[in-house]
């Protein structure tokens, strides 16, 4: 018998490394600000700007740490 795609999938996610903790996930996890937020910060840096179009990455990493600053 073989495996579906989402049991691999579901077994891949359960092996763990030795530099990896459980509990780090989670932190990770409950640390990370959405994209949505983001999303919207980066449009306001790109309004402020003038809606001058080339610097969206710049945007898009300055709003991510603004956010995670917060």
Do not use: C
Not at 60 to 68: K, N, Y
């Amino acid at each position: 018998m073989t495996k579906s795609k989402s049991q691999k999938q579901s077994q891949r996610n359960n092996v763990t490394d030795s530099k990896s903790a459980p509990d780090r996930k989670a932190t990770k996890s409950a640390v990370a600000p959405s994209q949505d937020l983001i999303r919207e910060r980066a449009f306001e840096l790109y309004e402020s700007r003038g809606k001058q179009h080339g610097a969206d990455k710049q945007d898009w990493h300055r709003a991510e740490r603004e956010i995670l600053a917060r």
